[in-house]
Antibody, heavy 123, light 108 residues
Framework: EVQLVESGGGLVQPGGSLRLSCAASGFTFSSFEVNWVRQAPGKGLEWVSFISTSGSTMYYADSVKGRFTISRDNAKSSLYLQMNSLRAEDTAVYYC????????????????WGRGTLVSVSS | DIEMTQSPSSLSASVGDRVTITCRASQSIRGYLNWYQHKPGKAPKLLIFAASSLQSGVPSRFSGSGSGTDFTLTISSLQPEDFATYYCQQTYTTVSITFGQGTRLEIK
């Protein structure tokens, strides 16, 4: 089955760290760029980070830049998000999402999502 | 960053109604506009990509249009399973992908 499954969420104190994982199966993970997206309680979807197929290119939302690090292990078909210096406003469900391209190459979209893992930052 | 503004933020409608949601980008994004449906506790679901292309398996009552800065999502005849929150998303640049704030579609 083609799927993404997130794990690693939990309760952490402000200033603490957490590492999220996303396990891919059913497709060639190394061929796809992937992203993290989050949804805070009562809020909308917020893109967090992007990583290229090789892992050499990463982009971050301004809200997490310098605190979060995205990485991947293609041999393990896994995506990661290292979250440091966590704040209350980082409390959210975190999703991993696969980026696919149109045949023409002139469009791209998130066609596969996981069900998310909840991160709660509170003392 | 490219800002995406959706309207309305919430909408009440009845089964069988025709519904339109709009999304405006702060600059031209050509056709790099996607629509998602999100239900509580579930993964977001891709409905429309490239502004007007229907994702495989999505019912034909969903349609999208627009280019440049102005886009619409239309549901031609609402079904009970369509009550959810809908988001537009621009992927014009992967350096900073952005979503609209969402439109919550509720049963009247």
């Amino acid at each position: 089955e083609v799927q993404l499954v997130e794990s690693g969420g939990g309760l952490v104190q402000p200033g603490g760290s957490l590492r999220l994982s996303c396990a891919a199966s059913g497709f060639t993970f190394s061929s796809f760029e992937v992203n993290w997206v989050r949804q805070a309680p009562g809020k909308g979807l917020e893109w967090v980070s992007f990583i290229s197929t090789s892992g050499s290119t990463m982009y971050y939302a301004d809200s997490v830049k310098g605190r979060f690090t995205i990485s991947r292990d293609n041999a393990k078909s896994s995506l990661y998000l290292q979250m440091n210096s966590l704040r209350a406003e980082d409390t959210a469900v975190y999703y991993c999402a696969r980026l696919s391209y149109c045949d023409s190459g002139f469009c791209r979209y998130f066609d596969l999502w996981g069900r998310g893992t909840l991160v709660s930052v509170s003392s | 960053d490219i800002e995406m503004t959706q309207s309305p933020s919430s909408l009440s409608a009845s089964v069988g109604d025709r519904v339109t949601i709009t999304c405006r980008a702060s600059q031209s994004i050509r056709g790099y506009l996607n629509w998602y449906q999100h239900k509580p506790g579930k993964a977001p679901k891709l409905l429309i990509f490239a502004a007007s292309s229907l994702q495989s398996g999505v019912p034909s009552r969903f349609s999208g249009s627009g280019s440049g800065t102005d886009f619409t999502l239309t549901i031609s005849s609402l079904q009970p399973e369509d009550f959810a929150t809908y988001y537009c998303q621009q992927t014009y640049t992967t350096v900073s992908i952005t979503f609209g704030q969402g439109t919550r579609l509720e049963i009247k």
